[in-house]
């Protein structure tokens, strides 16, 4: 346990990946031994692969490939899926797809996996979540502008379809860096560019519906900007 101010480790060196390699996702599994759990992935070039959580019981420090790769792609989120849950893909540019994960069949670990949502070439995707009744979904921009969404606003489509209006994009207030799912006493931590963590009351963040462009909830000076944002879970005292 260190300081706020403290460097860190470089966690590469702790799990034996390589130096073009980046982590994406951190998931808390406390037993493998559901059959119908599966680990669901998703990349930024709107690929998405269902693979049961039982292949990933015994990894080496070396790690378990999980997924293949495209040249210019890469892993940016991946959930934990229980078979008969709907699933939303969201884009930088503010498109999203509601699918059902029935939709993607049950794969291999080597397998490339298949289209989840068709996108423009200069749109990639850049968040998942798992719809439920507990929780919104919560979007921040790179310029710091932000919303909350009720996850029953999407209406489920085919898998490989353009999906719905959920953002407006704009010059102005940037595209969309991630999207998180929120209960009402969470906070989100926005993390900038320049090594600045802001937190922000969930509640605080305005509830719009799909096609609003949301309100500025993290001030930023540009040249800075938001590269990602957290849920943080808050403390009862």
């Not at 990894?59 to 989120?77: H, L, P």
Request: with cysteine.
């Amino acid at each position: 346990q260190l300081s706020k101010n403290a460097r860190g480790e470089i966690i590469k060196t702790l799990i034996g990946i390589s130096a073009d390699e980046d982590i994406t996702a951190i998931l808390n599994i406390k037993s493998f031994s559901d059959s119908k759990e599966n680990i669901f992935i998703a990349t930024s070039r709107g690929i998405v692969k269902r693979v049961p959580l039982i292949e990933f019981e015994r990894v080496m420090q070396s790690g378990k490939k999980a997924i293949r790769i495209d040249e210019n792609d890469g892993v940016i989120d991946v959930k934990i899926t229980k078979g008969n849950q709907d699933l939303i893909l969201a884009t930088r540019r503010g498109k999203a797809l509601r699918i059902h994960e029935d939709a993607v069949r049950v794969m291999g670990r080597a397998a490339r996996g298949v289209t989840g949502i068709k996108m423009g070439n200069d749109d990639e995707l850049c968040g998942l979540c798992i719809v439920d009744e507990e929780t919104l979904m919560v979007l921040v921009t790179e310029y710091g502008y932000g919303k909350r969404i009720d996850l029953e606003n999407f209406t489920p489509h085919g898998r490989g379809t353009g999906g719905q209006r959920y953002y407006k994009y704009n010059d102005e207030k940037g595209e969309v860096v991630s999207v998180k799912q929120v209960e009402k006493n969470d906070d989100i931590m926005a993390i900038t560019s320049r090594g600045q963590i802001i937190k922000i009351p969930a509640e605080q963040i305005s509830l719009q519906g799909k096609n609003a462009s949301g309100v500025r909830v993290v001030k930023i000076n540009k040249p800075d900007f938001v590269v990602s944002i957290a849920r943080s879970p808050r403390a009862e005292n």
